[in-house]
């Protein structure tokens, strides 16, 4: 059971940090060879070929609370970095559930959501299938840039052509009549992401609202061409301590660091 009492830290302290984002990467990175600190980063593996990061990680769930649970007892880690996407609910669910458990400190890495502006056409909704529910009233020519493991809701929508996007390629595709698969990763840019609905005559975007630079350039576009987004929440985070960028994360932990010792 991991403490925070100067009598009984460890030095180094361990963190272990739950990955996925751009920001887990650049915080990786930022706190490999900090000899204050251990860091494993962890990968759910929701990506085949994930970038890299520095220093220490690890791929694979830990099988859920239970094994969380058990994971933090036996690595004596101190603090646990939530830094997943801001959809990835049941890993941030279960670091939630396993640190209360065991005392563990945790601090969420949550960028900031998108927020509508002017000349955007935003039809938001709650989940992924109320935004296939909408599609299947509205939707023509559709980009479906939510990744790839949610989008079998769609393929119900028989009268529409999809655009489907994804880093790697969905198992699902199967069930669509009619699509196109384009396996990118992110950053994309505004001039592109323009070229790219003008090209394939898109009538209506499904995005989830991640927040970041990396994808923002498809709302960008959406906007200059006046298109209608369906902006999928995001789910309600468990309560905690959080911090909106990389930089607040190692603020956060040089003044943890400074109260310990």
Same mark, same amino acid.
């Given at each position: 059971?991991?403490?925070?009492?100067?009598?009984?830290?460890?030095?180094? *302290?361990?963190?272990?940090?739950?990955?996925?984002? +751009?920001? !887990?990467?650049?915080?990786? !990175?930022?706190? @490999?060879?900090?000899?204050?600190?251990?860091?494993?980063?962890? =990968?759910?593996?929701?990506?085949?070929?994930?970038?890299?990061?520095?220093?220490?990680?690890?791929?694979?769930?830990?099988?859920?609370?239970?094994? =969380?649970?058990? &994971?933090?007892?036996?690595?004596?880690?101190? *603090?646990? *970095? @939530?830094?997943?996407?801001?959809?990835?609910?049941?890993? +941030?669910?279960?670091?939630?559930? !396993?640190? @209360?458990?065991?005392?563990?400190?945790? =601090?969420?890495?949550?960028?900031?959501?998108?927020?509508?502006?002017?000349?955007?056409?935003? =039809?938001?909704?709650?989940?992924?299938?109320?935004?296939?529910?909408?599609?299947?009233?509205?939707?023509?020519?559709?980009?479906?840039?939510?990744?790839?493991?949610?989008?079998? !809701?769609?393929?119900?929508?028989?009268?529409?052509?999809?655009?489907?996007? +994804? *880093?790697?390629?969905?198992?699902?595709?199967?069930?669509?009549?009619? &699509?196109?698969?384009?396996?990118?990763?992110?950053?994309?840019?505004?001039? +592109?992401?323009?070229?790219?609905?003008?090209?394939?005559?898109?009538?209506?975007?499904?995005?989830?609202?991640?927040?970041?630079?990396?994808? &923002?350039?498809?709302?960008?576009?959406?906007?200059?061409?006046?298109?209608?987004?369906?902006?999928?929440?995001?789910?309600?985070?468990?309560?905690?301590?959080?911090?909106?960028?990389?930089?607040?994360?190692?603020?956060?932990?040089?003044?943890? &660091?400074?109260?310990?010792?």
């Amino acid at each position: 059971m991991a403490i925070w009492s100067a009598g009984r830290m460890p030095n180094p *302290i361990k963190v272990l940090l739950l990955g996925g984002t +751009s920001e !887990a990467r650049m915080l990786a !990175a930022h706190l @490999d060879g900090d000899e204050r600190f251990t860091v494993e980063t962890s =990968l759910a593996g929701a990506t085949e070929n994930p970038l890299p990061v520095e220093g220490e990680s690890r791929r694979g769930g830990f099988g859920g609370t239970v094994g =969380l649970v058990d &994971y933090l007892r036996a690595v004596c880690v101190d *603090i646990v *970095i @939530d830094g997943t996407h801001s959809f990835a609910a049941t890993i +941030s669910r279960n670091a939630a559930e !396993a640190c @209360d458990q065991t005392w563990t400190e945790r =601090l969420v890495v949550q960028r900031p959501a998108w927020e509508k502006t002017e000349g955007d056409h935003w =039809l938001e909704v709650s989940n992924v299938p109320e935004a296939a529910e909408v599609v299947a009233k509205h939707g023509c020519r559709v980009f479906l840039t939510i990744g790839r493991q949610d989008i079998a !809701a769609f393929s119900l929508c028989r009268d529409a052509w999809f655009l489907i996007r +994804s *880093i790697d390629r969905p198992k699902q595709t199967a069930e669509f009549e009619n &699509y196109q698969l384009l396996q990118a990763r992110g950053p994309f840019d505004f001039a +592109s992401e323009k070229a790219l609905l003008e090209t394939n005559r898109i009538d209506l975007i499904v995005s989830k609202n991640s927040g970041g630079t990396e994808t &923002y350039a498809k709302i960008e576009a959406a906007r200059a061409l006046a298109l209608p987004v369906v902006m999928i929440r995001r789910p309600a985070p468990p309560a905690g301590t959080a911090v909106p960028s990389v930089d607040a994360a190692l603020a956060w932990l040089d003044r943890r &660091y400074a109260e310990v010792f």
